[in-house]
């Protein structure tokens, strides 16, 4: 359900990111959100600035996998303003997850910078779980590459698409 455009409901949080690949800590963070929204976007941004692993529509497709079971949870790809994909969306809430106290500034200024361009849309930061505050799409990419145990920190779907991307050793044969 997508609210007319222009609207702003707050009972519906967007959650961006680009998901490269989708972790526990993500996975945590959506969960608990779909308890506090009526529902939750899962937004997979394109982002251009940012060399991904994986193509849009498999990082979407990821994250479909791991919280599709949630009916309130629905993970859509956009591309370009994140604050204009709030507004058609319908969306109220910009979710973000804070893992430590050097997030804060960066997601600050991002929170800043979406209420100049829209001072309709709030943004909500949630801590991660306790368990997840060092966990990192990179970090999970950078040790499964050396040939790490990824297993902890992302889910088996996960694992298979980063087999299927490098080989189970990580080498990319």
Same mark, same amino acid.
């Given at each position: 359900?997508?609210?007319?455009?222009?609207?702003?409901? +707050?009972? *519906? #949080?967007?959650?961006?990111?680009?998901?490269?690949?989708?972790?526990?800590?993500?996975?945590?963070?959506?969960?608990?959100?779909?308890?506090?929204?009526? =529902?939750? *976007?899962? #937004?997979?941004?394109? &982002?251009? @600035?940012?060399?991904?692993?994986? +193509?849009? @529509?498999?990082?979407?497709? !990821? $994250? /479909? #996998? $791991?919280?599709? &079971?949630?009916? %309130?949870?629905?993970?859509?790809?956009?591309?370009?303003? !994140?604050?204009?994909? *709030?507004? =058609?969306?319908?969306?109220? *809430?910009?979710?973000?997850?804070?893992?430590?106290?050097?997030?804060? /500034?960066? /997601?600050?200024?991002?929170?800043?910078? %979406?209420?100049?361009?829209?001072? /309709?849309?709030?943004?909500?930061?949630?801590?991660?779980?306790? @368990?997840?505050?060092? !966990?990192? @799409?990179? !970090?999970?990419?950078?040790?499964?590459?050396?040939?790490?145990?990824?297993? #902890?920190?992302?889910?088996?779907?996960?694992?298979?698409?980063? %087999?299927?991307?490098?080989?189970? &050793?990580?080498?990319?044969?």
């Amino acid at each position: 359900m997508t609210a007319a455009l222009g609207t702003r409901d +707050p009972r *519906v #949080a967007l959650y961006p990111g680009t998901f490269d690949p989708v972790t526990k800590g993500h996975e945590d963070l959506i969960r608990r959100a779909s308890r506090l929204f009526d =529902q939750v *976007v899962v #937004a997979v941004a394109a &982002d251009a @600035s940012k060399d991904t692993w994986f +193509p849009l @529509s498999q990082r979407t497709e !990821l $994250v /479909e #996998a $791991v919280v599709g &079971d949630l009916p %309130n949870v629905r993970a859509v790809a956009f591309e370009g303003l !994140l604050i204009d994909f *709030v507004l =058609q969306e319908g969306a109220g *809430v910009i979710l973000r997850g804070l893992r430590a106290i050097s997030d804060f /500034e960066y /997601e600050f200024q991002m929170a800043s910078m %979406n209420r100049k361009l829209d001072a /309709e849309v709030e943004t909500l930061f949630l801590m991660t779980g306790e @368990s997840y505050t060092y !966990l990192s @799409s990179g !970090l999970v990419r950078e040790i499964f590459r050396m040939g790490g145990d990824v297993s #902890a920190f992302v889910r088996p779907e996960v694992i298979h698409a980063l %087999n299927q991307r490098l080989g189970p &050793d990580g080498s990319g044969s």
